[in-house]
């Protein structure tokens, strides 16, 4: 039993006030409603850390399965109450801490934004002291975790906001948001750009509906709605016992983005090939470009970023074939319900000889690898399918049938040349040829299997 978490994005009108777009006014309000909600985040940041002793309590509960009594860290909600009790004026504690007085600071704040603020604080705060607690025991003099900014996405609870969709309607289409206007708090209205898309995904009955986030940039401004789902999948030991598991093994590259198998018994019931269609050359241009104009411009100045659009359309290129893959991964997947999905355990690669704009190529290409991975993992566990890791090495060197250690190489000219990444694969024992990327992605599923050389080793007596 796990749960799945997905995020649908929904645009906020911001174009011209004569096509329907918010006016200036408006979009003024959602900064100054980003800015002092950063204030009051670094406030409660500040105010946790300086009660490190209350982060770390320990209290005593009764388990309901045992009906023994024991000991865990206090509950984020109980943290919550408790800030609020020496920090907010009310009338049942109308004398909060002096030098902690929140409703002085921020006076008429709605209670809905205050306890996201100190729901967010209370995570930074957390992973803070988590990640210096680990420094420490490392006894290291660098990599010193530093302490955590306030700067956050606003959390929208309900009653901070509303959704008025009509598909009918393009004009009757819009949020409601409780928004700053530099002196006080009030309610406006916001046209969305109305998604088809969206709407089929909100009205799902098995998708339960998270507070959005209110993500606001300097030329857009968008919503962020997460869901999640309750996921039923076995976990990897108990799959791997059954004698009719099937595997989908995947095996990552650079002109084909993946290479998708899957075995049952022994046997290759499918095979996907998914192809980047030129991406890998469309990007090394652009980044010829880059490198190009940073040579020409020189050492660039602290603070200040170069080719900012460039840049920002190569993320998109990678982001926009990473989901693609990942789709058609997860799709394979759904054919075999009860799959595991195999991927290799690829963690540093760095890029080695060649030019700027070539290492820089093999870099994006390396980040692509990573995100395939993570969306993959995401969109098969909703379907029920769990991921595992396996050991890569050898898997594009040993064949896949006899286990030997093969070559690869290319056909030019009618003759076969033997090269570190040609794309063939052949094996001089039993003369087996094929795809590389292919016999590679069929090793995945030996090597999961623990077959041919990778077997556990033996331990070493003495």
């Avoid at 408006?26 to 209350?54: M, S």
């Avoid at 957390?126 to 975790?145: C, D, I, V």
């Avoid at 016992?241 to 650079?254: G, H, R």
């Amino acid at each position: 039993m796990g749960q799945a978490i997905r995020t649908t994005k929904l645009s906020l009108d911001l174009g011209g006030r004569t096509q329907g777009g918010a006016n200036t006014g408006k979009r003024a309000y959602l900064e100054a409603t980003g800015a002092i909600l950063d204030q009051a985040r670094a406030f409660y940041v500040a105010f946790f850390l300086a009660h490190v002793d209350k982060l770390s309590e320990r209290v005593s509960f009764s388990s309901e399965k045992s009906q023994e009594m024991r000991e865990r860290a206090i509950s984020a909600n109980a943290l919550l109450t408790w800030a609020e009790f020496h920090t907010v004026e009310t009338r049942e504690h109308p004398h909060p801490w002096p030098t902690w007085n929140f409703s002085q600071g921020f006076p008429d704040m709605p209670f809905i934004y205050r306890r996201s603020v100190i729901k967010d604080a209370i995570g930074k705060a957390r992973s803070y002291l988590s990640n210096l607690s680990n420094w420490q025991k490392t006894r290291k003099k660098k990599g010193k975790p530093g302490v955590p900014g306030a700067s956050n996405h606003p959390t929208l609870y309900e009653g901070a906001f509303s959704l008025e969709l009509d598909g009918l309607n393009q004009r009757e289409t819009f949020v409601r948001l409780k928004v700053y206007t530099g002196a006080c708090w009030t309610w406006a209205n916001y046209p969305v750009l109305y998604s088809r898309y969206f709407e089929q995904r909100r009205t799902e009955a098995e998708w339960e509906q998270q507070s959005p986030k209110l993500v606001v940039r300097p030329t857009f401004a968008e919503l962020h709605v997460s869901q999640t789902q309750k996921v039923k999948a076995k976990k990897v030991k108990e799959s791997k016992q059954d004698p009719s598991l099937v595997t989908v093994a995947v095996d990552l590259n650079v002109k084909n983005l993946a290479v998708i198998t899957v075995r049952q018994h022994g046997t290759t019931l499918e095979t996907v090939f998914v192809t980047d269609h030129g991406l890998d050359q469309h990007r090394y241009q652009h980044l010829k470009r880059i490198s190009k104009k940073q040579w020409l411009s020189g050492s660039p100045i602290k603070g200040e970023h170069s080719n900012q659009q460039l840049w920002r359309h190569v993320r998109c290129m990678n982001t926009d074939a990473a989901h693609k893959t990942a789709r058609a991964v997860a799709n394979v997947c759904v054919k075999y319900p009860g799959c595991v999905l195999l991927f290799e355990r690829l963690r540093k690669i760095k890029p080695k000889a060649g030019g700027k704009s070539r290492r820089m190529n093999r870099t994006q290409a390396n980040q692509l690898r990573g995100k395939i991975n993570q969306y993959s993992r995401e969109k098969a566990f909703a379907e029920g399918a769990v991921t595992v890791e396996v050991n890569p090495h050898g898997t594009s060197q040993y064949c896949s049938r006899c286990g030997a250690k093969g070559e690869r190489f290319s056909y030019r000219g009618g003759k076969r040349i033997k090269e570190k990444w040609g794309k063939l694969f052949w094996c001089s024992q039993c003369r087996y040829e094929a795809n590389a990327d292919f016999n590679a992605s069929v090793n995945v599923h030996h090597s999961f299997f623990q077959q041919f050389h990778w077997r556990p080793r033996a331990e070493r007596s003495g």
